[in-house]
């Protein structure tokens, strides 16, 4: 079979500077990848490209077996920043909501099946499956950090993705909520392909199957063979290393 996504000899540059090159990645069906690097090591913009939001200068990608953007309807996404203000006035169902429009509803069609069920039912699912169906009627400015990161990831979900990737969804959280929210990816791994990317190597080897580390070129390696050597070639420095087991 083939793999579900796949990118071969990427190269990327904004303008005349290169941020990725020469970049190989096979994604297997019901994998879970980390995504590590340094700042501005290229690891927002491989998402972007696996997203189709960006297109490489050269080399092919393929999210299953079609162009990114022609598989877009399958692929959920978290960003790193909500697309709106925080004081923004919309409720948490209503953001939701937009995951439906991300996956190809038109608004008008969209807002008849919310009045005849069908739509209301898919956002309560999601809010459901990320144990937030109790917010579903707050404003969205009222809701703490790991609340949003909650109903982002129920965005997401409402388009009942086969892959689904988020860009550091954890990085202005508490660890305990780090960990809850973790656990619940672990769950959604079961029946989905899941990339994350992640400032926290320690942390996410106690989850991922694979690390893919990023800085211009990507290397992947199984997180039992992350060491002090591995860190220090990614980031230039010295990381320590925490073993989580769960």
């Known amino acids: 079979m083939k793999p579900l996504i796949e990118l071969q000899a990427v190269d990327f540059a904004y303008a005349n500077t290169r941020v990725l090159s020469g970049i190989d990645l096979q994604v297997e069906d019901g994998e879970f990848i980390g995504i590590v690097g340094p700042n501005a090591g290229g690891k927002s913009t491989l998402l972007k490209l696996i997203l ?3 297109t490489p200068q050269s080399g092919s990608i393929r999210v299953l077996g079609r162009t990114p ?17 925080r004081d923004f006035p919309i409720s948490v169902e209503q ?22 069920g069908s739509a209301r039912d898919d956002v309560y ?30 965005r997401a979900l409402v388009g009942r993705p086969r892959v689904l990737i988020l860009d550091e969804p954890t990085a202005n959280i508490d660890q ?15 029946r989905m392909t899941i990339l994350v990317v992640s400032h926290d190597v320690a ?3 106690g989850y991922v199957g694979r690390v893919a580390c990023v800085n211009r070129t990507l290397v992947c ?4 063979a992350i060491d ?11 990381v320590r290393m925490v073993a989580h087991r769960h």
């Open 52 to 54: 189709g939001l960006l």
């Open 69 to 85: 953007r022609q598989a877009s309807r399958q692929i959920g996404y978290v960003p790193q920043y909500p697309s709106f203000p």
């Open 95 to 116: 953001v939701v909501q937009l995951g439906l429009l991300g996956a190809g509803a038109q608004r008008g069609v969209l807002n008849r099946l919310w009045h005849t």
């Open 125 to 154: 699912r999601a809010l459901d499956e990320v144990e937030a169906g109790a917010i579903a009627k707050r404003q969205i400015g009222s809701l703490s950090g790991g609340q949003l990161q909650r109903v982002l990831l129920a």
């Open 176 to 190: 305990r909520v780090e960990s809850e929210i973790f656990d619940l990816l672990n769950q959604l791994n079961a």
């Open 203 to 205: 942390f996410i080897s």
């Open 221 to 224: 390696h199984r997180t039992d």
């Open 228 to 238: 002090g050597r591995v860190i220090q070639e990614l980031y230039g420095e010295h």
